[in-house]
């Protein structure tokens, strides 16, 4: 199955290093062996002319062509209009008439989209897509969004960006509520810093602490330096123009910063699997819903037993009388395999539930109870043959999907200390559903009750307490103005 990410780099604001982010971000990530496309969605065209196509008004086909077939639904061939550029990378490229696209997209039918139905067809050729934003908050940079799976932001570090980032966050989330639900923030990235004034220093500082919280802040900035300012229209990369400098260095980091984000999730999970299979020799078929847990949180709408929910849409979290997640995402899908193969073969269930599990044995075959391997001697067993599973069973007891409001508090609680990116999209699912993550908390509640704890265990308090329960109460309901209660 396809798995690309989809990456606008994005802000209102010109001259802020979009383009050359795009262009070596990209690069880096071709250098991981990652299948990238760039595309230029600016009709300044700098990011085609970066990469050396200097006269991008002859080029015979740019993504105003691919928009314009979109909008006249007429079939895009393969790989169309789609250039090669030496260091890896494919580029859709721009040129000056993408400028009067903006205008013919504003009566196409599904305007926001258009980029979007382009991209979705393509993905199954890459890993990742990055688009070179226009600096505005026209049309096309909508396109943009609505295509995404997430934005980067870069930033030159300076009081007035502050402003801008804020109006920014707005149409983000407005493109959120009304057209992408899915669309994240991988983070902001602070550009052109030059660390050797203090004023610098003081603003980043102040920037992370208003942001960071909320939003990923990158570890990495790109230093300012002329060698980077001198690879505009050199068609070639940082890593070429100056392999050994500091810019290409931290682009570099950025590179592996943001491959960081998806080995963290999913495909850090697939990595474990994929080592299994060869270690047992045998393929592993790997079930998978059509849909993903997102399209059911905040899509999937069924006929409500409830009347007063009718408004509402999406299955949002699960809760102890709603699972639904384990029945549409993973046991349905199995039975369903199941039942096809059971047309031809006879088949026999092996489940995996450890001898210290018994009370969830039904009726198929339980080999660990019956060898009365526990779950501590299968973890040792692994352990023993080289999977650690990425040291997750050394923080959590029981490693369940990390987004179950299900969990116990103290799964939760580690969750928070030790997962801040993954808390974060916690927080931003729950902001944007109408049940609270748990009947008496929402997501930022419990954060809060977790700073709360820490903070009453320094002064040497008891968190079992009935005083701590009192004064826990009371910073809530002092919190309370921000947080909305229990809606479920
Ligand atoms: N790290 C850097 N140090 C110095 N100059 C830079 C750096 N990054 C980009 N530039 C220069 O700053 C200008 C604006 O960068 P660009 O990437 O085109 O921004 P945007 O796409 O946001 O308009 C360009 O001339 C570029 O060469
Ligand atoms: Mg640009």
Redesign the pocket.
């Known amino acids: 199955m396809a798995n690309c990410k989809v990456i606008a780099v994005t ?1 209102q604001k ?8 795009t262009a070596n971000l990209g690069i880096g990530l071709a250098q991981e062996n990652k299948r990238v496309l760039l595309i230029d969605a600016d009709a300044q065209n ?1 990011l085609t002319l970066s990469l050396g196509y200097l006269k991008p008004d002859d080029l015979p086909v740019t993504l105003t062509d691919i928009i314009q077939s979109v909008i006249d639904d007429k079939p895009i061939p393969d790989g169309h209009g789609i250039l090669h550029h030496g260091e890896g990378v494919d580029l859709l490229p721009a040129n000056i008439t993408l400028s009067g696209m903006e205008i013919r997209l504003i009566n196409a039918m599904n305007r926001e989209r258009a980029l979007r139905t382009y991209i979705n067809e393509i993905k199954p050729h890459y890993d990742y897509i990055l688009i ?1 934003c226009m ?1 505005s908050l026209g049309i096309m940079p909508l396109n943009s969004l609505a295509a995404a799976d997430s934005v980067i932001i ?1 930033s030159q570090p300076s009081f007035l960006s502050a402003k801008g980032l804020d109006l920014l966050m707005h149409s983000i989330s407005q493109v959120k509520r009304q057209i992408n639900p899915k669309l994240k923030i991988d983070g902001i990235l602070f ?2 810093v030059d660390s050797r004034t203090n004023e610098a220093k003081e603003i980043i500082a102040s920037l992370r602490a208003h942001y960071g919280e909320k939003i990923r802040v990158f570890g990495t900035e ?5 060698r ?2 001198e ?2 229209g050199r068609g070639k990369s940082i890593y070429a123009h100056d392999k050994n400098g500091k ?1 290409a260095a931290a682009y570099h980091a950025l590179t592996k910063e943001v491959l960081e984000i998806e080995r963290k999730t999913e495909r850090f999970r697939n990595d474990a699997v994929d080592r299994l299979e060869a270690y047992i020799g045998r393929p592993i078929i790997r079930l998978k819903a059509a849909r993903d847990f997102e399209y059911y949180f905040y899509e999937y709408t069924p006929k409500r037993k409830n009347p007063a929910l009718s408004q509402y849409r999406g299955m949002s979290w699960p809760g102890p009388r709603g699972r639904w997640c384990t029945g549409i995402l993973k046991t349905r899908i199995v039975a369903a395999y199941l039942k096809k193969l059971k047309e031809e073969y006879t088949v026999i269930e092996y489940v995996g539930i450890a001898a210290d599990e018994t009370k969830r044995i039904k009726d198929k075959n339980y080999p660990l109870v019956e060898w009365g391997m526990t779950e501590k001697d299968c973890l040792s067993y692994c352990y023993r043959r080289g999977f650690d599973w990425g040291g997750l069973y050394e923080i959590f007891s029981r490693v369940s999907c990390w987004c179950c409001p299900l969990q116990s508090l103290e799964e939760l609680r580690k969750l928070y200390r030790h997962f801040p990116d993954l808390w974060r999209q916690l927080e931003e699912w729950d902001n944007s559903t109408w049940r609270t993550f748990l009947k008496n908390y929402s997501v930022r509640q419990l954060a809060a009750r977790f700073d709360f704890e820490d903070e009453w265990q320094k002064n040497g308090g008891n968190i079992r307490s009935r005083a701590f329960y009192t004064a826990l109460r009371q910073e809530l309901s002092r919190l309370g103005s921000e947080v909305t209660l229990c809606r479920r």
């Open positions: 802000n010109g001259g802020v290093g979009k383009t050359t982010t700098s070179d600096p870069p550009t052109m790109i230093p300012f330096s002329v980077a300012a690879t505009s810019v």
